[in-house]
């Protein structure tokens, strides 16, 4: 391994000692030079795969950013060139990262509308299962939703809750790190056409994109605050529930009141099994079952 993949962008900041380097960030820059012919391979497998698949299973506002950013015009893309559209629309950035951040500094980028994408990609022995996210999953995964207004939107109002739920407790970040999970990983929109993906874990994979609304195994589920900041998950399978919003909009708006209280009562309460269906639930579907793995939610 040579050094092309140490930080090289710095950003700097205003602190007591001066103006100094942050290397905390833990932003480097693409190393896009150094991609080989199979990286761009592997990203032209998936992106085929998924694009196949996707149209009638993910929403319409996934598709038209995959379009927009030209996500399928021949190897892995340039985050300079995906910013420019970026830019033009809400504003986000895409960073690239070695990968998973620490909490406080994921949710700090957010809070700034960055998007830290891994910028190395998977090999091709790992095209149907990977145990951290890479430059698939983070790109063709969550980069395409950034280009709705609303969705850009909720996603820098989590980032700033996440910094407030930091401040609180490692209680209060683990509820809203389930939010997270059933939203912005697994989450399911019910629209005019019928039930579609909207989550960044289940776009990014093929057998997922095909299990969460073929199956009749796991549980379809409306959304609910509370609900879902109380509800353990999956990491090791599929999930067993999915939980389904109507709109962007209703996610923003159900996430916009201060989750201080709710993280002070959700305390008090056992947190339901990834499986489990309530009596209070909207069941879209109850699921059989089949399949699953009894324990081990996160
Ligand atoms: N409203 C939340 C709070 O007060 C912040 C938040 C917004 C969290 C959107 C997630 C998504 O903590
Ligand atoms: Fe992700």
């Known amino acids: ?3 092309t993949n140490t930080p090289r962008r710095v950003e700097h900041q205003q602190t007591d000692r001066g103006y100094v380097p942050v290397y905390a960030t833990g932003v480097v820059e693409q190393p896009w030079d150094n991609y080989t012919r199979t990286d761009h391979e592997v990203w032209d497998t998936l992106f085929k795969r998924q694009r196949e698949l996707l149209p009638g299973r993910a929403c319409k506002e996934f598709l038209a950013g995959v379009e927009r950013f030209g996500l399928g015009d021949g190897g892995i893309p340039k985050f300079a060139d995906l910013n420019k559209v970026l830019g033009e629309t809400t504003g986000w950035e895409l960073v690239a990262v070695e990968g998973l951040l620490p909490d406080e500094v994921f949710f700090d980028h957010l809070a700034n509308r960055r998007f830290p994408v891994s910028w190395w990609i998977r090999k091709p022995d790992q095209l149907d299962y990977l145990s951290e996210p890479d430059l698939f999953h983070d790109l063709f995964g969550h980069v395409p939703l950034l280009l709705n207004p609303v969705f850009a939107d909720y996603m820098q109002a989590y980032g700033r809750g996440g910094m407030k739920a930091f401040a609180i407790g490692p209680e209060a970040l683990m509820n809203l790190t389930r939010l997270y999970w059933y939203t912005v990983e697994f989450g399911l929109i019910n629209t005019d056409e019928g039930m579609r993906i909207y989550g960044a874990g289940i776009v990014s994979s093929k057998g997922e994109s095909i299990y969460c ?21 999956r990491i090791d399978t599929f999930q067993q529930t999915y939980f389904v919003i109507n709109s962007f909009e209703q996610l923003f708006d159900a996430t916009r009141p201060d989750f201080t209280p709710i993280y002070a009562e ?3 309460h056992e947190a339901h099994a990834a499986a489990e269906v309530l009596a209070s639930d909207r069941v879209f579907n109850r699921g059989t079952r089949e399949g699953f793995v009894q324990g081990g939610d996160a």
Do not use: H, Q
């Open 1 to 3: 391994m040579d050094n």
């Open 213 to 233: 609304l073929d199956s009749a195994a796991p549980n379809r589920i409306g959304f609910g605050l509370e609900r879902v900041m109380n509800t353990r998950y």
């Open 266 to 268: 959700l305390k008090s």
